[in-house]
């Protein structure tokens, strides 16, 4: 078996909400608990609408602001406080930059419409060959058009790849197109499995 093309995941893989305590604060702010305002904001109908391009990101913020029962002008407030303990994994980064010598790399990422200009202004988008993102395409993970869309542009197939993902669905749903899937549980972890899988 010869692996040709790594693809990563980007939310709960490269980037991770290291610091709860701004979420938590936050969510006490609306009497929610962390984990109801993660519902909130990343299970309603317009996360789910902006996830495949139907509205744009901004629109989705604003619906939770709304939600929120609080003027249009917190938008950004919300926004800003709901990312902010967030960090990117630049171990991980560092090894698909490197990976990028000897193999193909994309992103594969459940996302809205502003993670591509926010990975431009991070300046991390030389990591990948490609990158593949659900708002853009207009389908989502796990839904297979989004593996063989990603796979198709780096032109390999799909047993010659490897996928990491934190999602379990999402890892079978590329196993069962024959990708090699690594389900993320922590950075060392992930990287060893990777090693294993490149031999």
């Not at 495949?52 to 604003?62: A, C, P, Q, R, Y």
């Not at 406080?81 to 090894?95: A, N």
């Not at 202004?121 to 990603?150: H, L, Q």
Request: hydrophobic share 40%; glycine share 6%; charged share 25%.
């Amino acid at each position: 078996m010869t692996i040709k093309a790594i693809f990563f995941d980007l939310g709960g893989v490269l980037l991770r909400t290291e610091n709860r305590t701004i979420r938590q604060t936050l969510a006490a702010e609306f009497k929610m608990t962390y984990e109801q305002i993660d519902e909130f904001v990343f299970n309603c109908q317009s996360a789910k609408l902006a996830s495949v391009g139907k509205i744009t990101e901004d629109e989705h913020w604003l619906d939770v602001t709304k939600r929120l029962n609080l003027p249009e002008d917190q938008m950004p407030r919300i926004r800003d406080t709901f990312f902010s303990g967030d960090e990117l994994d630049e171990t991980l980064v560092r090894f698909l930059r490197d990976s990028r010598a000897n193999y193909k790399t994309g992103l594969i990422s459940n996302a809205w419409s502003g993670l591509r200009p926010w990975i431009l202004k991070e300046k991390f988008d030389d990591a990948f060959d490609n990158m593949v993102i659900s708002a853009e395409v207009g389908y989502a993970k796990p839904d297979a058009r989004i593996y063989i869309y990603a796979v198709e542009k780096l032109n390999v197939q799909p047993h010659e790849s490897i996928f990491v993902d934190d999602m379990k669905t999402n890892v079978d749903a590329a196993n069962d197109l024959g990708m090699k899937g690594v389900w993320f549980q922590n950075q060392q972890q992930t990287l060893t499995d990777i090693q294993n899988l490149l031999g």
